[in-house]
């Protein structure tokens, strides 16, 4: 101890007799900086950068244990809401500021993304890399101008008009400026025309953005402008775009018509089920109509996220095993059950107004959207068990009589019966397939259903086209390109006289429903209030305004500019 205390007596002195005024000792060597400039000399340390553009895009999906990060798949307009915001008070709308976590949370990841894409995209011209040849350059800086489009894509359509920042910030910088709408919209548009031209069109990595995902993007900005400015010849250029995808100029894809993948054994079920089997999502899986998907899988170098799963099971799946007056029972995920949580539930709009006049329409078959409940196997203390023996329940009906039930397994459980407030808003609600699983790996609860996500799947791209179809007055193709997308699951065609923008966000929702990013297209369209009040849950409709087909800029924003003015939408 004696000689431990000596030596740290020695060191300390030691640290002492340091001359203060000894530059050579205080001088940083920058050599030993890790910075953009030294850090980024060739093509394997470019994709290492653009990686952190795939981790920040997959926290979009995935960066709350809630429902927060399905507001932008419709949470609160017209498709879906939550099962416990049932007062206007509590509806996502009427909560909605400066302050709120949602667009906050959307306006600095845009912007956090940008300033990586405009640190790298500076770092291509360092005349210190070794490029192999030009074109590698051009693919590097077209898939960095990709994500930064994708970016001012995301901020125009869901704030407006933002500041356009397209080169570092190097300095302190106060004196931000709004550009308008249509100049946001325009940058999207120039790095997505670059990204167009140059990205590859196919790639070795699964997850990886490819020149088709530009192309769908870039289709959807020319509508956007189109809208803003009434120019009707750039929905021309939206149809060329979408069409390059469509019909084989950026890569050989197409609708899966047939089953295929790692259920595609199993009887009773259609393609449309098998997209959404786990392993099934990519395009290197077999999936011709995987344009661009967020990597999830578990035990995958560059899957998953934060919570160590996407949370599709748990958010949209009602948690109708509590429902014990029917022998089901809580514990560990029942392969048949899942463990759901009901954050989410579809609305009216989507369980039944979709689907009028669609009998052959799978998309709607039990199999994929389940909305007759049954009894389980029976419960014996607690546990369900194998026996097939009938048991007895007693059940509340809506006048308040009380009846005896006897059910055996397999009976389904009626309307009728279903009179509490759980009984219809937690456990029993249409389930869909496409979100959860009927087999679970090791009975986890939600890791047992671990799938990649979609970003871009095919049947966007024919309803973009179709819009811009439309909009170009050409109701006879966009009714083609509609149905295109409702044979591959034997719904019924329609003719061209059916077709307005309605019915197009009618077959997104049936083809798309939790996948898209809903609250983007309405806000794309304006008809964000419009949708909501016509479509949306009661709460949401009572609370929603005409002032929320915009987002608010977050007042942080706004309080940092201290030189200059950003304004606020109007009615926030």
């Not at 005409?546 to 926030?572: C, R, V, W």
Request: glycine content about 6%; proline content about 3%; hydrophobic content about 35%.
């Amino acid at each position: 101890m004696k000689i431990l205390k000596i030596i740290l007596g020695i060191l300390l002195i030691a640290s002492f007799n340091v001359s203060c005024s000894d530059e050579a000792f205080l001088e940083e060597d920058l050599r030993d900086r890790f910075t953009t400039e030294n850090a980024f000399l060739n093509v394997a340390q470019f994709q290492t950068g653009l990686n952190q553009m795939y981790r920040q895009t997959r926290a979009y999906f995935n960066s709350a244990d809630g429902a927060r990060d399905f507001i932008k798949n419709g949470y609160g307009v017209d498709v879906m809401a939550s099962n416990t915001r049932l007062e206007k008070s509590e509806s996502f709308w009427n909560n909605l500021g400066s302050h709120s976590q949602f667009p906050n949370d959307w306006y600095s990841r845009n912007y956090q993304m940008i300033k990586n894409c405009n640190e790298l995209l500076l770092q291509t011209e360092n005349t210190n890399i070794e490029w192999k040849n030009e074109n590698q350059k051009l693919e590097i800086q077209a898939e960095i101008r990709f994500f930064r489009g994708f970016s001012y894509r995301n901020l125009a359509t869901l704030f407006g008009g933002v500041p356009i920042v397209l080169e570092p910030v190097t300095a302190p910088k106060l004196d931000f400026e709004r550009a308008t709408r249509i100049e946001t919209y325009q940058v999207a548009l120039e790095d997505l025309i670059f990204a167009s031209q140059y990205m590859p069109k196919t790639t070795d990595q699964p997850g990886r953005a490819v020149r088709a995902a530009a192309d769908h993007f870039l289709s959807e900005v020319y509508i956007s402008l189109g809208d803003e400015t009434g120019d009707k010849t750039l929905y021309q250029n939206a149809i060329d775009a979408a069409s390059r995808v469509i019909e084989g100029s950026d890569g050989d894809y197409s609708l899966m018509q047939n089953r295929f993948g790692t259920r595609s054994n199993e009887s009773g079920k259609d393609a449309y089920w098998d997209l959404f089997r786990m392993g099934n999502q990519n395009y290197h899986d077999g999936n011709k109509e995987s344009i661009w998907t967020i990597q999830f899988e578990k035990n995958v170098a560059g899957g998953t996220n934060i919570y160590d799963r996407p949370l599709f099971e748990r958010t949209f799946w009602p948690l109708y095993y509590r429902a014990n007056k029917f022998g089901f029972t809580s514990g560990p995920a029942k392969d048949w059950e899942g463990k759901g949580n009901a954050w989410i539930k579809p609305n009216n709009y989507y369980k039944y107004d979709v689907w009028k006049n669609s009998e052959t329409d799978t998309r709607n078959a039990e199999y994929n959207i389940l909305r007759n409940y049954r009894a389980p196997k029976v419960a014996v203390n607690g546990q369900q068990t194998d026996r097939d023996t009938t048991y007895v329940t007693k059940v509340t009906l809506a006048n308040g009589s009380e009846i005896t039930v006897n059910l055996k397994p397999g009976d389904i459980i009626k309307k009728e019966w279903l009179t509490t407030r759980d009984d219809t808003l937690s456990y029993f609600f249409p389930r869909m397939f496409k979100m959860g699983t009927d087999k679970h790996i090791d009975a986890i609860p939600d890791n047992g259903y671990v799938r990649d996500a979609y970003v871009i799947r095919l049947p966007e791209t024919y309803l973009l086209r179709a819009e811009a179809y439309m909009k170009s007055e050409n109701r006879a193709a966009a009714a083609e390109d509609i149905n295109t997308v409702r044979k591959r699951s034997s719904a019924s065609p329609i003719t061209a006289g059916e077709v307005n923008i309605n019915y197009i966000l009618d077959e997104r929702a049936r083809e798309l429903w939790g996948e898209e990013w809903r609250i983007f297209t309405l806000a794309r369209l304006g008809l964000i209030y419009e949708r909501t009040k016509e479509f949306g849950w009661p709460s949401d409709k009572e609370a929603v305004e005409m002032h929320h087909n915009l987002f608010p800029i977050p007042q942080s924003a706004i309080d940092a500019n201290l030189e200059g003015t950003i304004e606020q939408n109007p009615g926030y």
